[in-house]
């Protein structure tokens, strides 16, 4: 009792809020299906009584040869009927659809544009991803169905009524054994929803699990490693396992839900023969006439159907508002953390951002049980330093850029931009004032002129200013030798597409970091992909162009850093050494033994050569 309670409840919350969310979106057409529905469902009920009377007329016929014209009146009647539920059925089926292309669009817009915002910290749990597949698989179709249901419920509790409020009048009895048929299908078929949404939930991993070895097996970036490793077998078998698991877990449910279902199948036949039978008793008791008998055996027929409707779209409705509810904490989730809204700063971005970067006593840590990432880390920039930050893999480079940039804000310490630390600051604040290569940047396959100009979209349409990115980056060359020039579309995946090497594609995202005018520069790896004679152009113009501009570079060639004003060595999360190259090399700590090292092998490479 208590749980079914509790799930009417659930329902009703979660339709209230669901119905916030959308009812501006559907509102004409929620009504305009309301009022299909009103309509539809009486038909029945009158059907009901006219089958009666026409079952009676034609009886009188058969019996005292009577005029037929009530008979034929009562068939046209009927007639007129059918006509207009299949009207109703299209009306309602066009209504149907627009309302799913709304809501899909609607839905679709809302999940994308929470998911580009959600802070990036969220994207390194697997729990993310896993509400991140449910909210995004068929969310649309539940959302319709969330609408629809009630409706449709609405709908059958209306024609159930009247159809029992009809045949009461002909025999009570007959209502009370139909209305005891009712509850039954209705609780199994609300156990089987919640055992449905569960195994969902459950096995959202091994799903996610199952698509990671078909795209690694499918997929074209793997498909070179793939088959020079040999790892078919390995791969397909690892697929295997995983998809027997999750197909065994299916089974198992479906076996289950089966059992449950075929219990229902002869519970129902057996209460329907039961009712029937009790019909006939009533019948061969009382007088009722034909007509009646065929009434009461039609209003059952359809009572049937329409309990097997109503424990359908209740329980799918149960069923929904667990998804639903997922959807609306997602769409509400990031509300709670969305740093933009909790800041509230009033100091101006020039002040922020150009006033340098002071950084005091950072520890950060991705698993709150794990190590530490960043351990005690302190340093200051001033407005317009270059900054190299080096060390071994793993050190923490890339996590500390992340935390300044303010991607992640769960540490503890301090970034101060200015006189104000980070968490206080919108990160759109920030981002208006950075430009970065990332060491795994984007390769957007769209057009070139897209892939410079999203540097900083509002001007994709100055050519000079992509031409001049283009230059800058490097990538001018080369795409001048594409016969469309700045309108090639890139990449493999769509017809017409030209595909890069490594380090053009790399060139295009330096470019794109040229696009945008910003006090701040942020490459991580800038040249890891690029020639020798690309790499020691990009940092002679990166030096000429970010005059004036605080640079913060990641980078293992020692040799990009000599003219760094600072230089942060790192190791296991700390900063062992800082200084400029001069001081690290008179020091003769681990920096120098790292720049020692690297020349020495330049050398040595030198006389083998
Ligand atoms: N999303 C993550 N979740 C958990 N641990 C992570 C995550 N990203 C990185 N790490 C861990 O944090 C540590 C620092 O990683 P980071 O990428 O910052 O190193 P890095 O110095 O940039 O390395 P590299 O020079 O190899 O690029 C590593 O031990 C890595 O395993």
Known sequence: MISSFSKTILILKTSIRFIAYYWSVV??????????????????SIQLIITKKMVDSISE????????????????IQTLLLIIGHVLISLERINNIKMQNKITFVTEERIITKTSSIPIMHYEKSDFYDQLLRVSSGQS????????????????????????????????????????????????????????????????????LINYFLNLLKGRESAKEIRVFQLQDYLINRWKIVYQKYTNRKFSFDIYNSYFRTG??????????????????????????????????????????????????????????????ELIQFLEFSDELAVDNNTNIKTDENDLIGNGIFVD????????????????????????????????????????VKCLLGFYRTYNGNIYYGETELRNIPSSKIFNHVSTVFQDFCKYE?????????????????????????????????INQFPIKYDTQLGRSFNGGTELSGGQWQKM????????????????EPAASLDPFAEASLYKKFTELSNGKTT???????????????????????????????????????????????????HSADTVC
Not at 446 to 469: C, Y
Not at 554 to 574: E, F, Y
Request: aromatic share 8%; charged share 15%; net charge positive.
């Open 27 to 44: 509102r004409v057409e929620i009504i305009f299906s309301i009022c299909l529905k009103i309509i539809h469902a009486l038909i029945p």
């Open 61 to 76: 016929i058969f019996q005292h040869r009577e005029n037929l014209d009530y008979a034929m009146q009562y068939l046209a």
């Open 141 to 208: 179709q539940r959302v319709v169905e969330m609408f629809n249901g009630p409706l449709i419920v609405l709908q059958n509790i209306l024609t159930l009524s009247t159809l029992i409020g009809i045949i009461s009048t002909i025999h009570w009895l007959t209502s009370i054994s139909i209305i005891l048929f009712a509850f039954l299908p209705l609780v199994i078929n609300i156990k089987i929803s919640k055992l449905n949404h569960n195994l969902n939930r459950e096995t959202t991993q091994l799903s996610r």
């Open 264 to 325: 229902l199948e002869v519970l129902t036949a057996v209460l329907i023969a039961l009712n029937l039978g009790f019909i006939i008793w009533i019948g061969a008791k009382s007088n009722l006439t034909i007509g009646d008998y065929t009434a009461i055996s039609q209003a059952f027929i359809s009572i049937q159907g329409i309990l097997v409707t109503l424990s359908y779209s209740i329980s799918s409705l149960y069923a929904n508002s667990l998804s639903i509810q």
């Open 361 to 400: 006593n950072l520890n950060f840590y991705y698993d709150k049980n794990g190590p530490p990432i960043l351990d005690h880390i302190s340093f200051r920039i001033h407005p317009g330093e270059k900054v190299a930050i080096v060390g071994d893999n793993g050190a923490g480079k890339s996590t500390l």
């Open 446 to 478: 769209l057009t070139v002129n897209e892939n410079i100009a999203f540097g900083d979209v509002r001007h994709i349409d100055d050519k000079n200013k992509i031409i001049d990115a283009s230059i800058k980056g490097d990538s001018f060359s080369f």
């Open 509 to 524: 995202a330096i470019s794109r970091a040229f696009f945008r005018s910003s006090k701040i520069i942020i490459l991580d």
């Open 552 to 602: 913060i570079i990641i980078s293992h060639r020692l040799s990009s850093c000599i003219n760094a004003d600072l230089i942060l060595v790192m190791k296991q999360g700390k900063i062992v050494e800082q200084g400029s190259h001069k001081e690290l090399l008179s020091l003769d700590g681990y920096y120098a033994k790292m720049f020692n090292l690297q020349a020495k092998n330049y």
